[in-house]
DNA sequence: CCCGGATCGTTTGCATGCAAATTATCCTGC
DNA sequence: GCAGGATAATTTGCATGCAAACGATCCGGG
């Protein structure tokens, strides 16, 4: 038998998965130009839910504490989103759209759409199904 | 109709694969706390291909120039790789693996393996087949 | 009531990643 | 043979991401 010693990167999952990620990367990029793809989801979520403490904003959209501060804090310097004071626990930070942060979202929700559209637009219906189920196990 | 209007962070294919990539990144710093994926793979391809310019390692990685610069620069730091003038063509540095570095590959090798098998460890047979597919349209 | 564990936010350090500009070199067509 | 375009590597700037350590606050149990 084979001793199953080769390794070809370009079959390993990790490696398709970052060029496939790297593909939707660019396909948001050249549609929504405004914020990167981690700022976007970070006001879907707010538009989603309402306003959210920094931490939980954080878990809702995958990222670690240090990371969404980042976020937090380059959205906030665009006057995306703001932050306030939670008066019932003082170690929380409030997040909230502003205006801008609302009007920002609702205008580009349509290219946020066709971004998901024309990531999966090799693909049939039936692959796309397939896709969202598998994908769901592995999150 | 429905005007779709409506956004759900968790349903969108890039935010899916950027939890996917979380949990296969969680379980290679695990496995393998050594080198990076991006590192293991720029190894990788050395060990698949032999010695490579460097550009063209970064082409074969899915990397850009700036971004394979920092990870050669980083494992020549380790002693794994070695970079040497081309002498046929004064642009190139040609990038290839230490004593140490394919010692290090080969170490690693079953784990690099186990890592995609526990990657895809929630998947069926069929699932995998049809995941691995399916990405490759994608990629 | 208070103490110890849990949670929240912050900071630092390191490693990707991409965009854009720069320099050096190569190569091709005229 | 040389001028202009292409390629290789570098550098800078910005934005994730994760790990680890830290101080402040909250909360539950004794």
């Given at each position: 038998m084979a001793t199953g010693k080769s390794y070809i990167l370009d079959d390993q999952?990790?490696?398709v998965?970052?060029?496939v990620t790297q593909r939707h990367l660019a396909i948001f990029t050249d549609a929504i130009p405004e914020v990167t793809t981690t700022?976007?989801?970070a006001?879907?979520?707010l538009a989603e839910m309402g306003p959210l403490s920094q931490n939980l904003l954080g878990r809702l959209t995958a990222m670690d504490a240090a990371t969404i501060k980042g976020v937090v804090d380059r959205l906030r310097k665009q006057d995306?989103?703001?932050t306030t004071a939670d008066p019932d626990d003082r170690r929380r930070l409030t997040v909230s759209l502003t205006e801008a942060g609302r009007a920002l979202f609702e205008r580009v929700l349509p290219a946020a759409h066709a971004i998901t559209a024309?990531?999966?637009a090799p693909l049939s219906d039936e692959e796309r199904q397939a896709l969202q189920a598998i994908l769901l196990k592995l999150a």
């Amino acid at each position: 038998m084979a001793t199953g010693k080769s390794y070809i990167l370009d079959d390993q999952i990790g490696f398709v998965l970052r060029r496939v990620t790297q593909r939707h990367l660019a396909i948001f990029t050249d549609a929504i130009p405004e914020v990167t793809t981690t700022q976007f989801a970070a006001l879907a979520k707010l538009a989603e839910m309402g306003p959210l403490s920094q931490n939980l904003l954080g878990r809702l959209t995958a990222m670690d504490a240090a990371t969404i501060k980042g976020v937090v804090d380059r959205l906030r310097k665009q006057d995306l989103i703001e932050t306030t004071a939670d008066p019932d626990d003082r170690r929380r930070l409030t997040v909230s759209l502003t205006e801008a942060g609302r009007a920002l979202f609702e205008r580009v929700l349509p290219a946020a759409h066709a971004i998901t559209a024309r990531t999966l637009a090799p693909l049939s219906d039936e692959e796309r199904q397939a896709l969202q189920a598998i994908l769901l196990k592995l999150a």
